[in-house]
């Protein structure tokens, strides 16, 4: 099990730019891959961007792609999503997610531990 925090999240105006992190502790050499996920209001909640643990190989949604990107710090511990070019649409919580497996990187199924979740607010 990997227990998973985020911070970073706020408001910041459209256009804007903001930096979200997840630490990681416990089980962490086992992790494959590291997930960020965001939940919009009154909306299910979506594929953001992953990262493979140990090689540094990233995914993307079609709606963050040249926007948004997902980097990590095996020393430290932690994954970051640098957010640049907001938009009042990419508003929602935030999630770090962690999967052990190989999979669907963008299905929330192949993710077994989970953050609380860091808000980020888009103002237009």
């Known amino acids: 099990q990997v227990q998973l925090a985020e911070s970073g999240g706020g408001l910041v105006q459209a256009g804007g730019s903001l930096r979200v992190s997840c630490v990681a502790s416990?089980?962490?050499?086992?992790?494959?891959?590291m997930g960020w996920f965001r939940q919009p209001p009154g909306k299910e909640r979506e594929f953001v961007a992953a990262?493979?643990?140990?090689?540094?190989?990233?995914y993307y949604a079609d709606s963050v792609k040249g926007r948004f990107t997902i980097s990590r710090d095996n020393a430290k511990n932690t994954v970051y999503l640098q957010m640049n070019s907001l938009k009042p649409v990419d508003t929602g919580l935030y999630y770090c997610?962690?999967?052990?497996?190989?999979?669907?990187?963008?299905?929330?199924?192949?993710?077994?531990?989970w953050g609380q979740g860091t808000q980020v607010t888009v103002s237009s």
């Open positions: 997610a962690a999967a052990f497996r190989g999979g669907l990187i963008t299905a929330q199924g192949l993710y077994d531990d």
């Open positions: 416990g089980r962490t050499s086992s992790a494959q891959f």
């Open positions: 990262i493979s643990w140990s090689g540094g190989q990233t």
